[in-house]
């Protein structure tokens, strides 16, 4: 049983190209012609013979047919070209996406991120961290309060979380020394990019107990170890470059986009780490060196796919980052409550799972990494 990909019809033989994970070949003949070339293609179809070896079909198989049954008759025109001879457009292509999904260089993309994404909680586990899940539906913004998605919770205010990072954070105080978890956040990013969407999966972890170097070495050994497993892709050890100096290998004073881009042009390794990011760039969770932070940016082919760092756990330091930021207390009490009764030195990251999709495939768009995603215009299908 499959779906009838293609008919081709040469009078006496018609050859169906049968698609169920893989593609293969029906070969029919005398009576069964009429009925074969009326079936419109992609209709779901059981085809009933004897399978022959044949070394000049494509898997080194035919089935000769002996009997064909239409299960679910396709409409025609098919709003998009599962063969893929017809190209189509981002747009259309995620408009009618199961069908999209039918084209073996899409379904791969899936395939490849589902064995990913087993990966990562493989290396989790096997470093001893436990996975856990916070709440999406939150009462404090985190990065930013331009980017939340407000909504109406029995009445009252509350917002779809923008990232785990308040609680992955108060629960280093519970004694769960690493935690990370892979779920969705929301972000109301206006703007209209490759890299930004509205809902995306987050890998966040968290760790207590250690400094800066500690975060570093394991995104960075979770990332190499996805890249060669899933990919096969070797990797050398990520360049690990000061803020400063990435600034004046593109000879720029601030690390906006078009430094990124120019970053990456100059430097030989896809990937590579930026450094202690200067205060007034980074949130206030983060903690302080002078006027620099204990902070990183991680890049791939030029796109920024993980924040982290070395967290503020001094209760009194906190505060003073709370208020410098302009921020409101009472929206951070049961954030805070944990640092005032025992919080150990602890430092994370947040690396997005389709960024690192997008880059590690080469793909155009992170909307590509994603089944059904969603942005400024797309909440649909
Ligand atoms: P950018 O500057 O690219 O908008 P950010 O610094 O605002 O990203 P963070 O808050 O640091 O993002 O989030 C951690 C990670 O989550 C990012 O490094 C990125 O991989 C991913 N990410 C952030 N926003 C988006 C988005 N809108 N769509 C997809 N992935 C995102
Ligand atoms: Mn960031």
New binding site residues.
């Given amino acids: 049983m499959g779906w009838l990909q293609d008919t081709r019809d040469l009078g006496k033989i018609i050859f169906l190209i049968v698609r169920d994970r893989d593609l293969f070949q029906v070969t029919c003949k005398g009576d069964l012609i009429p009925k074969a070339r009326s079936i419109p293609r992609e209709s779901v179809i059981s085809v009933t013979g004897t399978l022959k070896e044949n070394p000049d079909v494509m898997n080194g198989w035919e089935l000769l047919l002996e009997k064909i049954e239409v299960l679910n008759e396709a409409e025609s025109p098919l709003p998009l070209d599962p063969t893929g001879r017809t190209p189509a457009d981002l747009e259309t292509r995620l408009n009618s996406r199961i069908i999209d999904l039918r084209k073996k260089g899409i379904s791969d993309i899936f395939k490849i991120r589902s064995r990913a994404a087993w990966e990562v909680r493989d290396y989790y586990h096997d470093e001893e961290f436990i996975e856990v899940n916070t709440p999406k539906i939150v009462q404090a913004g985190m ?1 930013g309060g331009a980017t939340l998605f407000k909504l109406d919770y029995f009445g009252a205010p509350a917002y779809l979380a923008q ?1 785990p990072q308040l609680y992955k954070q108060m629960l280093m105080g519970s004694g769960f020394d690493r935690v990370f978890e892979m779920a969705p956040v929301f ?1 109301a ?1 206006a703007s209209d990019t490759r ?4 809902e ?1 999966t ?1 890998i966040d972890a968290e760790m207590a107990f250690v400094e800066m170097v500690d975060v570093l070495d394991n995104l960075e050994s979770l990332c190499r170890r996805v890249l060669n497993r899933v990919a096969g892709i070797e990797t050398w050890d990520f360049p690990r470059l000061d803020y400063e100096d990435a600034l004046s290998m593109v000879g720029r004073d601030e690390m906006d986009r078009k430094a990124e881009v120019e970053l990456a042009e100059k430097m030989d390794d896809d990937l590579y780490f930026v450094l202690d990011y200067p205060i007034e760039e980074k949130p206030f969770y983060i903690m302080g060196k002078g006027d620099k932070t204990h902070s990183f ?1 991680l890049f791939y082919k030029g796109i ?4 982290g760092g070395q967290r503020e756990h001094r209760y009194p330091m906190l505060c003073r980052n709370i208020e410098k930021n302009g921020l409101n207390f009472e929206d951070f009490r049961y954030y805070l409550e944990p640092f005032r009764y025992g919080m150990p030195p602890h430092g994370g990251y ?3 799972f ?3 999709i997008q880059a590690m495939m080469g793909l155009d768009n ?1 909307r590509e990494s994603v089944l059904f995603p969603r942005d400024r215009f797309r909440c649909f299908p």
Avoid: K, N, P
């Avoid at 890299?195 to 509205?198: L, Q």
């Avoid at 920024?304 to 924040?307: A, D, L, N, Q, T």
């Fill in positions: 990065e990232s972000r990013e890299r930004h969407i509205a995306y987050s940016d920024e796919i993980s924040s947040g690396l997005g389709d960024r690192f992170v």
